[in-house]
């Protein structure tokens, strides 16, 4: 019940196109639905958050969007360009404490 | 502003040996939490200290790891002795007192390989 299932494990895109990362879970308890960005021989960053009290968070050409009836959160790159390929996190916890549950991480490589 | 800071970057040691990571939070950061990250396993939390003092230590893999925070501004991870299989890179991360647990600042990492 503690897990936090990603998909998929790696994803090609071409420049210009729409990344799309898919997360499932299974605590209700969860709520707060962070996105960490890792690029290679660097630690993970902090890229953009949710809470289930909104259906979708915008920034830049970064997406979160949030189903909670579903337990199912997904992240979307648009416009997705060459500098975003990394290995990307979904993540859940509940707000007032300090455990992080990550997914398996998705890389995600985008060609020019 | 200096983020978290780890050291070794990387180490090499041999099978038995002690290994000993450093870390340094941000200043003013009242959490901290090391992880071990490897192709297999993802991310897995390790352990985790608030306000020095360690509050969840249920991801330590066996008695061979240990952890200690002497102060708010350095914590270590030992690994006595060690064992190919603890080849992974480790992370060290902060969190400030205000903020949710998603907002952790992780340090670069110490790249361990066993032989």
């Known amino acids: 019940q503690q897990q936090v299932k990603q998909s998929p494990q790696s994803l090609i895109v071409q420049k210009g196109g729409i990344s799309i990362i898919n997360c499932a879970y299974e605590?209700?308890?969860?709520?707060?639905f962070p996105w960490y960005q890792q690029f290679p021989g660097k630690g993970p960053a902090l890229l953009i958050a949710?809470?289930?009290?909104?259906s979708e968070k915008k920034e830049g050409r970064f997406t979160i969007s949030f189903n909670k009836s579903a337990k199912q959160f997904s992240l979307h790159i648009m416009d997705s360009q060459p500098g975003d390929s990394a290995t990307y996190f979904c993540?859940?916890?509940?707000?007032?404490?300090?455990?992080?549950?990550f997914g398996t991480g998705t890389r995600l490589q985008v060609f020019p | 502003d200096a983020g978290v800071i780890q050291s070794p970057r990387h180490e090499v040691t041999e099978m038995g040996q002690e290994v000993t990571l450093r870390c340094k939070p941000i200043?003013?950061?009242?959490?901290l939490f090391w992880y071990r990250q490897t192709m297999m396993r993802g991310l897995e939390l390790l352990i985790y200290?608030?306000?020095?003092?360690?509050?969840?230590d249920s991801g330590m893999p066996e008695d061979r790891f240990s952890a200690k925070m002497p102060n708010a501004s350095f914590s270590t991870l030992k690994i006595q002795p060690s064992e190919p299989r603890d080849s992974a890179v480790y992370f060290c991360?902060?969190?400030?007192?205000?903020?949710?647990?998603?907002?952790?600042?992780f340090g670069p990492g110490t790249r361990l390989l066993v032989l």
């Open positions: 991360a902060s969190r400030p007192t205000t903020g949710g647990a998603g907002t952790q600042y």
């Open positions: 605590n209700t308890a969860f709520d707060y």
């Open positions: 949710i809470r289930p009290d909104v």
């Open positions: 200043s003013g950061h009242n959490s």
């Open positions: 993540a859940a916890s509940t707000y007032n404490t300090d455990k992080l549950i």
């Open positions: 200290f608030n306000n020095n003092v360690p509050i969840d």
